[in-house]
């Protein structure tokens, strides 16, 4: 199992502010990339290609593939805190034939994507993060 537990916060009233909070995860040594927005203002999914949905540990997400190896799982609210499952992620995408079963995790963080703060200065912070692994 793998989990990680988080609590952030980024700004919520600048204008311009485009940014997520997520879980970006590598499998097969950084040839698969798996993402987990969890808190998301302004963010755009365009060019991306909706391939379903997933209920996860009670938590509704839509999934989306950008690209030929980028894998979208986006909560179906905002959350500054809580938990995600990234290996039950992973095994919806093996399930769906996402990804082959064979994939294995290279690389596990969490952070911000942010790709505009609307020229204004903007304080993201993490108070909290860990991460659990234990082999299956």
Do not use: C, Y
Request: proline share 2%; hydrophobic share 45%.
């Amino acid at each position: 199992m793998v989990l990680d537990g988080f609590t952030e916060s980024m700004p919520q009233n600048i204008k311009g502010l485009s940014a997520e909070a997520a879980n970006d995860v590598w499998l097969d040594n950084w040839n698969i990339e798996m993402m987990i927005w969890l808190d998301s203002i302004g963010r755009s999914l365009a060019g991306s290609t909706k391939i379903g949905s997933a209920t996860i540990f009670g938590q509704h997400f839509t999934v989306w593939k950008f690209g030929g190896s980028e894998f979208i799982f986006k909560l179906n609210h905002n959350e500054t805190s809580g938990q995600t499952h990234i290996l039950a992620s992973i095994d919806w995408l093996i399930k769906h034939g996402r990804v082959p079963a064979r994939a294995t995790l290279t690389q596990a963080e969490f952070g911000w994507e942010i790709a505009s703060t609307g020229g204004h200065p903007a304080n993201f912070e993490i108070s909290r993060f860990g991460l659990h692994a234990q082999a299956r």
